[in-house]
């Protein structure tokens, strides 16, 4: 496992949890790591992570944006957000909150308090505002409560992106598009069946639907027909017509 780890000084404690398997180096964003793509080509993922006062700050200024931007111009494929710590919304004001420890005046102890995040910044719009990041820029985004879970998600996705890509679909790629809206009319028969095939799934079976008018058209299909359908390279495109060969 090699993951590549900004050695900034507020990334030590990622490094640490990751342990043997962290590079530390200059780097353009908090980690980054090399896949498997759905065609068998090669991915750059890159991942960033943010503590929710700097999350809401990134609100405010655009600076996640801006780290968005610079992971597409170093190639990144794959945009991942891991948004660390925890947070609730205050029953009463409906503010973004962040647990804090201090000393409770009332025993003398030390103390969990809720106190709220810095700048100040409603709950619905900080949540509104993560599901942006998912619906229109296409970032997975992804939620721990420290460093440790920070250090295992990463991990987990990692291995992800490291298996064949006909056992995994769940990860889209960086600025990919997103899925269309609910169809008022029962789709035809060629994207129903094309979007039972591995490696296809219903986004790519309107391209396959346009492509041929037929499902007869469809089996009959070669490689090169397939590698014409936008996503589909030459692994992918010779999988495909093998399945639909068993049993012609």
């Known amino acids: 496992m090699i993951i590549l780890c900004s050695n900034l000084p507020n990334d030590q404690d990622m490094i640490k949890?990751?342990?043997?398997?962290?590079?530390?180096?200059?780097?353009?964003?908090?980690?980054?790591?090399?896949?498997?793509?759905?065609?068998?080509?090669?991915?750059?993922?890159?991942?960033?992570?943010?503590?929710?006062?700097?999350?809401?700050?990134?609100?405010?200024?655009?600076r996640l944006v801006h780290q968005m931007q610079t992971a597409k111009e170093n190639n990144a494929d794959v945009f991942v957000l891991i948004v660390e710590g925890r947070y609730r919304r205050n029953p009463e004001d409906g503010l973004l909150e962040i647990p804090v420890w201090r000393i409770n005046p009332r025993t003398g102890k030390r103390a969990e308090f809720w106190d709220p995040v810095k700048p100040i910044t409603q709950f619905s719009r900080f949540e509104q505002y993560?599901?942006?990041?998912?619906?229109?820029?296409?970032?997975?985004?992804?939620?721990?409560?420290?460093?440790?879970?920070?250090?295992?998600?990463?991990?987990?996705?990692?291995d992800n992106f490291q298996r064949s890509p006909d056992r995994h679909q769940s990860l889209k790629q960086f600025f990919a598009d997103r899925p269309p809206t609910v169809l008022l009319s029962r789709p035809g028969l060629v994207r129903r069946v094309a979007k039972e095939l591995d490696g296809v799934g219903w986004v790519r079976s309107?391209?396959?639907?346009?492509?041929?008018?037929?499902?007869?058209?469809?089996?009959?299909?070669?490689?090169?027909?397939?590698?014409?359908?936008p996503g589909i390279g030459k692994k992918l495109a010779g999988e495909i017509v093998r399945s639909l060969q068993v049993g012609k």
């Open 17 to 62: 949890a990751l342990g043997r398997d962290a590079f530390p180096l200059p780097l353009f964003t908090d980690c980054c790591f090399m896949g498997v793509g759905d065609d068998g080509s090669a991915l750059t993922i890159a991942v960033e992570r943010k503590k929710i006062g700097d999350l809401a700050q990134c609100m405010n200024d655009g």
């Open 130 to 158: 993560l599901f942006e990041l998912d619906w229109l820029a296409g970032v997975v985004v992804k939620e721990t409560e420290n460093v440790q879970g920070t250090a295992d998600t990463i991990k987990a996705i990692y």
């Open 206 to 229: 309107g391209d396959v639907a346009k492509k041929f008018p037929t499902v007869r058209d469809m089996v009959d299909a070669d490689v090169k027909d397939w590698m014409s359908i």
